[in-house]
């Protein structure tokens, strides 16, 4: 899973392939999960828009919307928990850490829609890093 996870953060990071024998780079589990939740939200901007747009209501196709956010949203929370239990993210509710982290980086869609610019990873992480991930880890 931590080598799939590297080749996902590191392609949209650098545009090409991470060479073989190059070693995974340790990133605190919250770091980890924004980077790799803002590249999910620009490889799958149309898809995770009509996802969210789709959550409210009580229709079929709003009830599974719902489910496949809460199911990524339990996977955040498993990695938020092992960040606790290893005392890399500060203690406090995981359920809420992984639905603000989702909130914060999800938000980047708003973002382009009103400023009508291209999302950049790299940049987008570090004005959420300045704002936000200061204040969760250790």
């Known amino acids: 899973l931590h080598s799939l ?3 996902l953060l590191y392609q949209p990071l650098h545009h090409k392939k991470p060479p073989a024998e190059m070693p995974f ?3 605190p589990p919250a770091v980890f999960i924004i980077l790799i939740q803002i590249k999910v939200i620009v490889k ?3 898809l995770i828009t009509i996802i969210l747009s789709q959550m409210w ?3 079929e196709r709003n009830k599974r919307s719902r489910q496949y956010v809460f199911e ?3 996977i955040v929370e498993k990695i938020v928990r092992e960040g606790i239990e290893k005392g890399e993210i500060i203690d406090r509710d995981p359920e809420v850490i992984a ?3 989702f909130s914060l980086t999800s938000s980047c869609l708003i973002y382009k829609l009103k400023t009508e ?3 950049d990873i790299q940049s987008m992480y ?3 890093e300045k704002i936000a991930i200061s204040g969760i880890m250790k």
Request: net charge neutral.
């Open 99 to 101: 639905s603000e982290i």
């Open 72 to 74: 990524y949203l339990n």
């Open 44 to 46: 799958y901007e149309s």
């Open 117 to 119: 610019k291209n999302l």
């Open 57 to 59: 209501g009580k229709e």
């Open 5 to 7: 996870n590297y080749k």
């Open 126 to 128: 570090k004005e959420i």
């Open 25 to 27: 780079p340790t990133f």
